[in-house]
């Protein structure tokens, strides 16, 4: 494998706080520590934001599922706040309907 050719350097400060904490855990080429702990922290933070088509697509239906719920709390809420009855049978149906949705997510996981 090729050496990489550096042509860019940067300067850093440290407090000997932070240069004694290095030496204490024995690193003993500083620039090379600090090069890769950094190249290594952008490399997980793009990691984490992959998501393939399919995590997309269950994350998007889950959305959905949340959005139907907060729906169906808001009605429920503004119902009680004014004082009206609300549908029982109905609130149970959507309920049935959601918890419906949620299994066939579960099932498309496995």
Known sequence: MAKAIRE???KVRMSL???ETLKEANVLNI???LRDSALNAVNKKEQKNFYSKIDREFLLELSRIGNNINQVAKALNTDIAKGEPFDAVRLFYLLIAI???L???RRDLK
């Open 99 to 101: 918890n419906e949705n």
């Open 8 to 10: 860019k350097s940067y």
């Open 31 to 33: 620039a090379k520590f």
């Open 17 to 19: 706080a932070e240069v």
């Open 103 to 105: 299994e066939a997510l």
